[in-house]
């Protein structure tokens, strides 16, 4: 949710252009705790533009890549909990602040302001320290699980009775299989286990050791999924302890198959997904290792279900210290050159996938 | 006669044997000129097997060097070290190839690494709350293409654990601060020689920390100040503040030769390791980036790279305006390898992502040093080139 709201406020500012001048302004501000009113060192601050009209453009459309610097219009408090952000075009902003431990403020809130050209100062900025679940997850034999993602997702209820998921805040599980999901509004939360995050990197390679049976999202205490949620309750700025579930696992399978380019010619080194859309949920996403010379991929330890497949190709950079940075398009269920893949009592082969260029 | 333990025995490596035939069976379109190598990692304590645990080869270690390898001495920390000239860069293709061969274990302790190119390799096992396994508990396999191997059982320890709470200069709980221990002789004349250490943690929302997998022994704890949450290529900077947060050693002092010991005792817990990180003086750096003609840089991004023994391990950053001027904030004193360039911002569909390289004056010895003792302007940096 950081990075997600981080870019949010990300503007590109062309850098020396005096073609088209445009009047910035600079806001300041500071950081304090709701009910101590001591100042938050090392919150980060950032404006998002408040749009006049949907459509009315971004602030990015405009602007040429290359000369560009890349600004976000984002800081950091210092000791004193004091921010200031500099550069900012005129409008309406909203202020958001993220912290450790507290609510995340702004995000929702009509915490707006107005930047002219000179300095707006912010009134002291009250967070709330908000409330946490902890818990542990174990395996079916009752060894903790290291490693696991777990997502506190809060469980609103619209005004047409409908239940509705927001994405929430996410902890992951110790040495102990402790974890700890903080920072959480008062309010009603689905938790749900994701299995370990693996090391493997997908753009380089390696993969997890085929087994016959792999452990799968669990929802607390005991679901595959949220048909019949049991949502646990955070009062406000309150800890709610004994969390503890068992992570379910499944029988698992392996896909093989190959990918190939238009022509279908074999394509060496693309990123292979299975994708399944989890409404309301977060996709489930099992990726293989980069596709061999030959064109040939392996996706290990899928469970039943229909998955949407898709191959890549990444961009690689390379960049001046020898590092190796690659991005990939794709990911989603239902995306460009994606096929429909039902995996069902058995290992998939000969699976045919036409790799989207980068 | 057979005791019963002996038949226990025998089936479980008969048990063993089948999951190696198993993975064996499971073989597909390996890469011509390459192998598989199999193994089990387990709990050196229980003899359980241990899953979730990263296994990677290291390697290719030569025929004929000694093994386990013999380790450069470490330079003394404490004082500055002279500069010399970094050994070229390894060819980012070699990178690749080593990521590659990686894999985790399943629930049976098994792993299973594919394309294993020939040549003697080492295989590496680490997870959280284990020592990841060293010197002669590394196993070594020696790959011939087209075969499957099976390495020796990696036997992980599960060390000891340290546990506490890290608080700032008023007393509240500081999130993110980075927090390790670290092991050292203490040399006559001051200085200090690093042995050993555990990997590092960060601190909670409550300020807690739990390093586990620590090796038994006498440690010191260090925690550094939260990184710049700033993605690296943002040039902005905190307000400056006329204190800042400084690397502290428990029980909460800058200077890591006063420090108090704290003894890890394989199998236990130590609690209760709660401290402040110290303030210290926080100054502004300040001066131009110009390019090799002296001409000023705009939008460039100016990094002071700590050099001091124990300092934060994140850089800090600013942006250069279109005069090419720049200003770091809060900056504790010490000496930095000073260096800046521009980023390069490239577009993949609709996102804009961009990348910063410093070429050669990234590594240690290569860009200029400037030591901070107070608020420093007219500083000149070249940018370098992309």
């Known amino acids: 949710m950081w990075s997600v709201l981080i870019s949010l406020a990300m503007a590109l500012l062309a850098a020396g252009q005096t073609s088209a001048p445009v009047a910035t302004g600079v806001v300041t501000g500071r950081v304090v705790d709701a009910a101590t009113g001591e100042p938050i060192p090392g919150a980060i601050v950032s404006l998002s533009r408040v749009q006049p009209s949907p459509g009315a453009g971004r602030t990015s459309a405009a602007v040429p890549a290359e000369s560009a610097v890349l600004r976000s219009l984002t800081n950091q408090t210092n000791v004193n909990g004091a921010f200031e952000i500099a550069g900012v075009p005129s409008g309406r902003w909203r202020v958001q602040v993220l912290k450790d431990g507290y609510v995340a403020f702004g995000a929702t809130s009509s915490h707006v302001i107005e930047v002219g050209g000179g300095v707006v100062r912010v009134r002291d900025v009250q967070i709330d320290r908000g409330g946490a679940i902890e818990g542990r997850v174990r395996d079916a034999r009752g060894t903790p699980m290291v490693r696991v993602s777990v997502l506190a997702m809060q469980q609103l209820r619209n005004r047409d009775g409908t239940v509705q998921l927001t994405s929430g805040a996410s902890g992951q599980t110790n040495d102990l299989g402790e974890f700890r999901v903080s920072g959480l509004a008062p309010g009603l939360y689905v938790v749900l286990a994701e299995p370990p995050t693996s090391f493997v990197n997908p753009f380089t390679g390696g993969s997890p050791t085929a087994a016959a049976t792999s452990h799968v999202r669990t929802v607390y205490p005991g679901s595959f999924d949220v048909a019949q949620p049991s949502p646990v309750t955070v009062s406000r700025g309150g800890t709610t302890t004994g969390i503890d579930f068992s992570m379910l696992s499944v029988r698992s399978y392996q896909v093989f198959g190959v990918v190939v380019d238009t022509e279908g010619r074999p394509v060496g080194g693309a990123v292979v997904w299975l994708v399944q859309a989890r409404p309301p949920l977060p996709a489930i996403v099992y990726q293989a290792s980069p596709s061999a010379l030959d064109g040939t991929f392996l996706v290990v330890n899928v469970p039943e279900g229909t998955y949407s497949a898709q191959a890549a190709i990444p961009l690689v950079t390379r960049n001046a210290n020898g590092g190796i940075s690659a991005s990939v398009r794709g990911g989603r269920a239902g995306g460009p050159g994606s096929v429909e893949v039902v995996v069902w009592g058995a290992n998939l082969e000969g699976l045919r996938l036409v790799a989207t260029p980068p | ?386």
Do not use: C
């Open chain 2, 1 to 386: 006669m057979l005791s019963y333990g002996r038949i226990v025995a025998a089936m479980v490596v008969l048990l063993v044997n089948l999951l190696v035939v198993a993975l064996a069976a499971g073989a597909q379109s390996l890469t011509p000129g390459t192998g598989r190598i199999v193994g089990r990692v387990v709990d050196a304590e229980t003899g359980a097997p241990v899953a979730g645990v990263r296994v990677y080869l290291s390697g290719p270690v030569s025929p004929t060097a000694p093994w386990p390898p013999v380790l450069p001495p470490v330079p003394p920390q404490g004082r500055q070290t002279p500069a010399t000239p970094p050994p070229p860069l390894p060819d980012p293709s070699i990178f690749v190839i080593l990521q590659r061969l990686t894999s985790e274990t399943r629930a049976d302790g098994m792993f299973e690494i594919r394309d294993v190119p020939n040549g003697r390799w080492a295989v590496v096992a680490q997870k959280e709350g284990f020592i990841a396994n060293r010197g002669l508990s590394v196993p070594l396999v020696e790959m011939v293409a087209g075969r499957t191997l099976t390495a020796s059982d990696i036997r992980l320890d599960r060390g000891g654990v340290v546990t506490g709470r890290v608080f700032d200069a008023r007393g509240n709980p500081m999130s993110r601060v980075q927090v390790r221990t670290t092991q050292f002789d203490k040399l006559p004349g001051g200085t200090i020689r690093t042995t050993g250490g555990s990997s590092t943690v960060e601190t909670d929302d409550r300020g807690e920390f739990r390093l586990s997998g620590v090796q038994p022994g006498v440690h010191y704890v260090v925690a550094q100040p939260p990184p710049q949450m700033i993605r690296l290529i943002d040039g902005t900077t905190p307000p400056q503040a006329p204190t800042t947060y400084g690397t502290t050693f428990y029980p909460g002092l800058a200077d890591a030769a006063a420090a108090s010991p704290v003894t890890v005792v394989r199998g236990k817990t130590t609690n209760g390791i709660d401290f402040s990180l110290l303030s210290v003086p926080a100054y502004q750096v300040s001066g131009v980036v110009v390019d090799a003609g002296g001409r000023p840089v705009a939008g460039a991004i100016v990094r002071l790279a700590p050099r001091m023994p124990f300092a934060p391990a994140s850089p800090m950053s600013a942006a250069s305006d279109s005069n090419g001027r720049f200003r770091v904030t809060n900056v504790p004193a010490g000496t930095y390898g000073l260096m800046a360039a521009v980023p390069r911002v490239t577009r993949n569909g609709g996102a804009i992502s961009a990348g910063l390289g410093f070429g050669d004056a990234a590594r240690p010895g290569v860009a200029p040093e400037v030591t901070i003792q107070g608020d420093t302007d007219n500083l000149r940096v070249v940018a370098s080139q992309p």
